[in-house]
């Protein structure tokens, strides 16, 4: 539950996916980029700041696996990425055919494996700086 928090509170702040999807699809290609690369940083730090905090109550009650728990807390936030891009093409795309909806959800499942890998590894390397001066 922590990480759709995670998530609602990125996107609410800035309310840019339909934004960006809908600026990739009129041709504004080069605002899309930037808009993208600020709401994953918000993102970023807000998982950053509640795995700490989770990080923290588990080293407090002495659980070892503290890390998988700080690298699936934000990684799964990658979960309610592919359950946005569903909603997308349901409600706000016209695409048929057979290809194209495989191409679409190929490459969206492509970017939220690497989201939730890349989300998780630099969340652990933050609890990991984190819980260093603590030991």
């Keep these: 539950m922590i990480e759709l928090y995670d998530f609602l509170k990125a996107l609410k702040k800035l309310n840019l996916c339909s934004f960006v999807l809908?600026?990739?699809?009129?041709?504004?290609m080069y605002y899309m980029f930037g808009f993208m690369m600020l709401?994953?940083?918000i993102l970023l730090v807000v998982c950053a700041q509640t795995s700490v905090l989770l990080c923290y109550f588990h080293l407090c009650s002495e659980d070892y696996r503290w890390?998988?728990?700080?690298f699936f807390s934000t990684g799964t936030t990658a979960f309610?990425?592919?359950?946005?891009?569903v909603h997308f093409f349901v409600y706000k795309t016209t695409i048929t055919g057979l290809l194209p909806c495989l191409l679409y959800f190929g490459y969206t499942l492509l970017i939220v494996f690497f989201f939730f890998i890349i989300s998780?590894?630099?969340v652990v390397c933050v609890v990991v700086l984190f819980r260093a001066p603590l030991f």
């Design 22 to 28: 809908l600026l990739h699809r009129s041709g504004s």
């Design 39 to 41: 709401a994953y940083i």
């Design 67 to 70: 890390w998988w728990r700080s």
């Design 80 to 85: 309610y990425l592919l359950l946005f891009a």
């Design 120 to 122: 998780g590894k630099l």
